[in-house]
């Protein structure tokens, strides 16, 4: 019988295979038939300590049966209040700077940046209300970047065939150049004279240290530093969407700390129940806060969802922090990363692959193709590669990515190299 579901990112006119998975634990799918897959990719970025944890799905059926859902609208619960205390607790702080201090829930990663967009040019607005500064409507983004799927999130990603159908939707924006090696100065360079134009920018919106979708692109920690510099010398808002390199990706719990960067808007995602139900929230500073806070109800900050700060997500997100305050995460990525980089070194001599690179558990790296690109044709065939090897990897085109769930086991990891390397041996153009 067909079934009447239709995937995300999946042609189904190729007729390609969809397995059934039936349960999973730890790093492991379990399939209808009897087979497993190793999830390599944390089922699409979002599961971090392993599918199932019994933590977390303890602390989810416990909320059932207490209470499921509550509108959030002039109500509060006890897990949302201890989620947003956990997160501005646990939230990049540096001396000089305002913190973190207030969160606003959503649901997943597109609408926590779809916040922060509304937030800075809120802000904008009411101070132009308040005779206090001109109102600022521009929002510049970086090269390559990827934010989400909604409309919002994609007017501030790359522009291409993943979007262009919806391209009378997009509003237009002004790219920074990605500080490619050699061309970190040039993408500073830009970015001052972007913030210092006389049509001042409401923000920059970036994924820190690491390009997601746009082909995991890693930049220094200094060039995001310079980035959020160069914003607060010109008061534009800086807008980090730490959705996926957020808990614990980039070997710290965000990326932003290893540049010591705090800052004004914070979107977070995935990893913040652990992977285990959709939950979002997007943090502010004080300024972005008051600028909102008003006794004239017309200038409340005008976003919700039905499911605003769900209770059974928020129980989960309470278990994901007891686990990242009691236990040794970044000790487990810190294992993990040591593992893929001895393993990603071995393959990078391999003459069918280029340009290796890893930053904390994420690594990646190019098969050499004559296609090369998001829409390559090797993507298709490498996914159906690995799971032929029982091995759930989804390329961006010919670049090939690992993001593993921490409790990847060093017999996992080997599995993955080693159906790595048999891939360029089927699939490589030798240099």
Request: charge should be negative; charged fraction near 15%.
């Amino acid at each position: 019988m067909t079934s009447p579901v239709w995937h995300p990112f999946h042609q189904h006119g190729l007729g390609e295979p969809i397995p059934h998975v039936v349960r999973a634990e730890g790093a492991v799918l379990h399939l209808a038939g009897g087979g497993t897959l190793i999830d390599a990719v944390s089922s699409w970025w979002v599961t971090t300590h392993g599918h199932c944890h019994p933590r977390i799905a303890a602390a989810i059926a416990e909320q059932a049966g207490r209470l499921d859902q509550l509108i959030f609208a002039g109500y509060t619960h006890g897990p949302a209040e201890e989620v947003a205390r956990g997160l501005i607790d646990l939230a990049p702080r540096s001396a000089g700077r305002d913190p973190l201090a207030h969160v606003f829930f959503s649901d997943s990663g597109s609408t926590a940046v779809e916040v922060a967009l509304k937030m800075a040019l809120g802000y904008w607005r009411n101070l132009a209300l308040d005779g206090l500064a001109q109102a600022r409507h521009r929002i510049l983004v970086l090269e390559h970047g990827y934010h989400g799927d909604t409309i919002g999130a994609m007017s501030v990603g790359e522009r291409g065939v993943y979007n262009q159908a919806w391209a009378p939707l997009l509003f237009d924006v002004g790219t920074i150049p990605f500080p490619a090696p050699g061309r970190e100065q040039a993408a500073l360079d830009a970015l001052e004279s972007a913030c210092a134009a006389p049509e001042k920018p409401a923000a920059f919106i970036v994924e820190p240290l690491i390009l997601g979708a746009g082909g995991m692109l890693i930049y220094p920690a200094p060039v995001l530093r310079g980035m959020a510099a160069i914003c607060a010398r010109h008061d534009v808002l800086f807008i980090a969407d730490e959705v996926m390199t957020g808990w614990g990706r980039t070997g710290t719990l965000f990326a932003c700390e290893q540049a010591g960067v705090v800052p004004d808007i914070m979107a977070v995602a995935k990893g913040i129940t652990g992977g285990a139900i959709p939950l979002a929230a997007t943090l502010a500073t004080g300024r972005i806060f008051d600028a909102h806070k008003s006794t004239d109800r017309a200038r409340l900050f005008y976003h919700s969802s039905s499911y605003t700060a769900n209770a059974i997500a928020c129980a989960a997100a309470c278990a994901n922090l007891a686990i990242w305050r009691q236990e040794d995460v970044l000790g487990r990525i810190g294992k993990l990363a040591e593992g893929v980089a001895s393993r990603l070194a071995k393959l990078a001599d391999h003459p069918a692959f280029t340009n290796p690179r890893q930053l904390g558990a994420v690594a990646a790296i190019d098969l050499i193709a004559p296609d090369a690109g998001y829409l390559s044709d090797l993507a298709p065939r490498l996914r159906a590669f690995f799971q032929e090897r029982g091995i759930l990897l989804r390329p961006l085109g010919n670049t090939i990515y690992l993001m593993p769930p921490y409790c990847l086991d060093a017999d996992q990891l080997d599995c993955v190299f080693v159906a790595l390397s048999e891939a360029g041996e089927c699939f490589g153009v030798r240099t």
